[in-house]
């Protein structure tokens, strides 16, 4: 091989080798532009979880879900709605339900007086939902970061997060759009372990089955009970739309325990419950179920990927200065 020929191909590896490197997500991409961005992260959501509200967690573990499965994991669930424009976060999927916006901000300030225009939102979100599962004794994982941030979010989009309503195939099917399998979406779904759902996301078992039936007859009646006491309706047959039931007894701590409640037909989503309903993913549940430590490991696995989804990296986006709001 001559000397020239051997120059084009190292110069043609390195080349692939820069492009993959600035297209691949890396531990520690802060490491030398801003060494306490995770660190600052990690105290916003510990003095969120520990002196407000230990439901923030749950909410920022959610809002990395949310973030990820619209137009990819870039931000684009902070941005707020203008007059032009109906954003994510004011769709019916998320609205009043979200939480842990507040705690993005702070970090976000805190961040941009430290390193300015240097840490992505996507990213404070992919470290704080990490945060968020290890401070509620799951456990927790090295989070690959450089996601960029994105210039769009349309309500509309919000199409793409499966609603509780839905049976266990088009679950499957809305994780099989995202690259994800049936299994990752098993064990996705064990983080409603933690935090709470408002009752109107699954009144309708309650109060209003189906022409025949009012009540849903795969919950248990016990549970069923217990949920119309937590939901009532007022004299006009309505709920409060801020009415809300936790997930199961232990919301603020990740563990197995939502698996069993689904063996029991104790869950409040029927996008839960349909888990029953299938001989694969009812294997999983019961694998679940009967060993915490293999959920907790998985559970970490699973979440490396979905963060994954549809990421910006290397120039493509922006690092917003203000994670509400696209740069001018
Ligand atoms: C089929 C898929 C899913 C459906 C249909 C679904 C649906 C829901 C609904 C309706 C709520 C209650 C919201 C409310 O009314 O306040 C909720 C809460 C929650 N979801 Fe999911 N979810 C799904 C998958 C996931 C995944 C993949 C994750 C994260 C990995 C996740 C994490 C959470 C958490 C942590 C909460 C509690 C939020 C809080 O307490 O503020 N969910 N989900
Ligand atoms: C760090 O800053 C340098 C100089 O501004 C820049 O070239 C590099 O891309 C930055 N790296 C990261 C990870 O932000
Ligand atoms: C799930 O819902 C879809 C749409 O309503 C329906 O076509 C399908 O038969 C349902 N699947 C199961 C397993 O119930
Ligand atoms: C639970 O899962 C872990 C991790 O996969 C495994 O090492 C352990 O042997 C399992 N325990 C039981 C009782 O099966």
């Known amino acids: 091989m001559n000397l020239s020929v051997l120059f084009v191909m190292?110069?043609?590896?390195?080349m692939c080798f820069q492009v993959l490197k600035t297209q691949q997500l890396q531990v520690g991409f802060y490491r030398t532009n801003c060494s306490n961005a995770e660190s600052i992260v990690r105290q916003e959501v510990e003095r969120a979880f520990f002196f407000d509200d230990k439901?923030?967690?749950a909410g920022l573990i959610r809002l990395h879900f949310h973030d990820?499965?619209?137009r990819g994991c870039d931000g684009s669930v902070l941005i707020d709605s203008t007059p032009n424009n109906v954003a994510e976060k004011d769709s019916p999927a998320n609205g009043i339900s979200l939480r842990g916006l507040d705690v993005i901000d702070r970090a976000k300030a805190r961040l941009e007086a430290a390193c300015r225009g240097v840490v992505s939102c996507?990213?404070?979100l992919a470290f704080a939902a990490r945060d968020s599962t290890e401070i509620t004794k799951g456990?927790?994982?090295?989070v690959p970061a450089g996601r960029r941030d994105g210039r769009v979010s349309l309500a509309a989009e919000t199409v793409a997060l499966p609603p509780p309503t839905f049976n266990v195939t088009q679950s499957t099917q809305a994780f099989a759009n995202k690259g994800l399998s049936?299994?990752?979406m098993v064990i996705l779904l064990g983080a409603h372990t933690v935090g709470r759902s408002h009752c109107t996301s699954f009144s309708k078992r309650l109060y209003n089955f189906s022409p025949t039936t009012s009540q849903d007859p795969s919950l248990d009646p016990f549970f069923a009970w217990f949920l119309k006491s937590q939901c009532p309706l007022d004299g006009q047959g309505n709920i409060d739309p801020n009415s809300v039931v936790q997930m199961n007894r232990s919301p603020n701590l990740q563990d197995n325990s939502y698996y069993a409640d689904i063996s029991a037909?104790?869950?409040v989503l029927t996008s839960d419950e349909t888990l029953n309903s299938n001989s694969q993913t009812l294997s999983l549940v019961n694998e679940y179920a009967s060993n915490n430590t293999k959920w907790l490991i998985d559970f970490a696995g699973a979440m490396v990927k979905m963060s994954k989804i549809g990421v910006l990296t290397g120039t493509a986006g922006e690092i917003r200065s203000n994670c509400r709001v696209i740069n001018p």
Not at 10 to 14: I, N, R, W
Not at 139 to 142: A, D, E, L, R, Y
């Open 68 to 70: 990820c499965f619209v």
């Open 10 to 14: 190292v110069m043609l590896y390195t």
């Open 139 to 142: 456990i927790g994982w090295p």
């Open 182 to 184: 049936q299994k990752d």
């Open 122 to 124: 996507a990213d404070i």
């Open 265 to 267: 037909h104790r869950v």
């Open 55 to 57: 439901g923030i967690a």
